[in-house]
């Protein structure tokens, strides 16, 4: 006899067999017992939540010669003939494979011919949202009006890629993931039945990857099931048949980041990896451990709720949470979310996991204010253990530069001025976004009435940013925007120009400086008076 797959084996029969999903099992029950079955539903949410499982289940209720609680009794010729796949009116549609005008076509056609034996045709579309717009269109009309004896059950993972003018047509049901305790009371059930032993611990941590999937969460079980041929299950087996890491290695490595231990870090990932675990695997359950870290930290007992685990095991979670303020659990969630959005496209996912990590247990690496909040955390922390050493004396602090100041005719300052005010304006009326590039950073100077100097921040921006073709667009939109004929002309900053500049009048030099000033001239001994 062929082997059958533990979740088609443990398929539920009835409605009553369905977990986690009570509320659609009991609307669904009570149309079949009062014959006010709808034309078409729309079944949606994440894989393995039972959307085909009480789809079939539909089909036989609605066919079933002798119902029980509005549940098929499977024993009848219809239900028999349904379970078995012979049932002609009964019509499974895989629409990832079957998904253009004409496979529609083909069901708008059969739909006119009543069933040749039950009461119902039922046609179940798998992966609804994989039909192409023209098959949604093909099939709008039949779908709002289609023959008493027609029901249609749509399944889809993402129901946003269904047509708005299809959703109008279904009663939707949304099927939540499946609760950690009731995957775990399912996978023991089966066990039993089956004859195996298996550690709370290790259910517990399978029922955790199924991720909300009753189906994800069978198929791990087997496969941890088949390795150990039916032996009793343990939690360190089925870690190291799943390749995962043991939760204390993240105790020990968030502990070990928090105390700046860079060292013992590294030595912990290389543990992992000589252990054949998968990274990508290790970096999404440490942001997870983060993740309950900063829920019990922000919520305390409160969120204790919302974290899946032993009360052992989040009693320890809770002490560890007491290492780290909340700011700093972001950060580590920051750092570690980055480097799961790398790892898809990084040829060596090692190196990026021990940046990271370097990251996590060095925050003076950082300037964000995470980081530094963390570092006066481990500041305070040396303090009070009294493990603090003086610094080295500072460098004698360099003499400070002479301030820049130019003198220029006030009505040219005036020009000068209102052309700063409208500079962003006027960059941005640049056609070309490699020209607003090029002039990032540029500061105006005045060199003589009607003309305007750019000074850029190097020589190479410069290079590209003080291209004649550049300029004149530069003043073609300077005419446009302000209203006056300008003269742009290009120049780099100097190695030791000073990086204070001020432009002042003859008037405000005296009233508004009262430093060491060197006085910028145009050449022509003190340059232009000031125009009154």
Not at 75 to 89: F, Q, T
Not at 107 to 124: L, N, S
Not at 194 to 213: M, N, Q
Not at 328 to 335: F, G, N, P, Y
Request: charged share 25%; proline share 4%; with cysteine.
């Amino acid at each position: 006899m062929a082997y059958t797959a533990l979740y088609r084996k443990w398929r539920p029969q009835t409605f009553d067999e369905v977990k986690g999903q009570d509320a659609i099992v009991q609307t669904l029950r009570h149309q079949v017992q009062t014959g006010q079955t709808g034309h078409a539903y729309l079944f949606c949410g994440t894989r393995g939540t039972g959307k085909t499982t009480l789809a079939k289940i539909l089909a036989r209720a609605v066919n079933c010669e002798h119902p029980v609680n509005g549940s098929p009794c499977n024993e009848c010729a219809s239900c028999r003939a349904i379970l078995a796949g012979a049932a002609m009116n009964v019509v499974e549609i895989d629409a990832a494979s079957n998904n253009g005008v004409d496979n529609v076509r083909e069901i708008v056609e059969e739909v006119q011919y009543p069933p040749a034996d039950g009461r119902f045709r039922v046609y179940i579309i798998d992966e609804a949202h994989m039909l192409s717009p023209g098959a949604f269109n093909a099939l709008l009309k039949t779908l709002e009006e289609p023959p008493s004896y027609v029901i249609f059950v749509l399944a889809t993972t993402e129901v946003h890629k269904i047509l708005p003018t299809v959703l109008s047509r279904c009663q939707r049901y949304d099927f939540k993931r499946i609760p950690l305790e009731t995957i775990r009371a399912r996978l023991d059930e089966m066990l039993r039945a089956e004859g195996v032993e298996a550690e709370e611990e290790a259910l517990r941590y399978i029922a955790r990857r199924g991720d909300g999937s009753m189906r994800d969460a069978i198929s791990l079980l087997e496969q941890c099931t088949a390795f150990y041929d039916r032996q009793k299950l343990t939690y360190d087996g089925v870690l190291s048949v799943l390749g995962e890491v043991d939760y204390e290695v993240y105790h020990r490595l968030f502990d070990a980041a928090m105390r700046g231990d860079t060292a013992a870090c590294i030595r912990l990932l290389d543990g992992v990896l000589s252990e054949g675990r998968e990274l990508s695997r290790f970096a999404a359950d440490f942001t997870w451990y983060l993740r309950d870290l900063l829920i019990l930290k922000t919520t305390g007992t409160a969120g204790e709720e919302l974290i899946d685990m032993t009360s052992e095991d989040r009693a320890r979670l809770g002490a560890m949470a007491q290492q780290a303020d909340e700011q700093t659990l972001v950060r580590c969630i920051r750092i570690f979310a980055e480097l799961l959005n790398r790892m898809r496209y990084a040829p060596d996912q090692r190196v990026l996991t021990e940046a990271a990590l370097i990251r996590l247990s060095r925050p003076q690496m950082e300037t964000d204010i995470a980081s530094l909040t963390e570092r006066v955390r481990q500041l305070e922390a040396r303090l009070a253990e009294g493990n603090f050493t003086a610094a080295a004396p500072a460098a004698q602090p360099q003499p400070e530069r002479p301030v820049v100041v130019k003198k220029v005719p006030k009505l040219q300052l005036q020009d000068l001025n209102e052309l700063k005010e409208q500079w962003r304006r006027i960059v941005g009326a640049l056609s070309s976004f490699s020209y607003q590039a090029g002039l990032k950073g540029v500061e105006l100077e005045p060199i003589e009435e009607g003309v305007v100097g750019l000074v850029f921040p190097d020589a190479l921006k410069c290079y590209y940013g003080g291209r004649p073709q550049v300029l004149q667009d530069l003043a073609a939109a300077t005419a446009d925007i302000a209203g006056r004929q300008v003269e742009y002309r290009a120049r780099a900053r100097e190695k030791d120009e000073p990086q204070t500049r001020y432009v002042v009048s003859e008037q405000e030099l005296q009233s508004v400086f009262h430093m060491e000033l060197t006085q910028e001239t145009d050449g022509a001994g003190d340059g232009a008076e000031d125009e009154d």
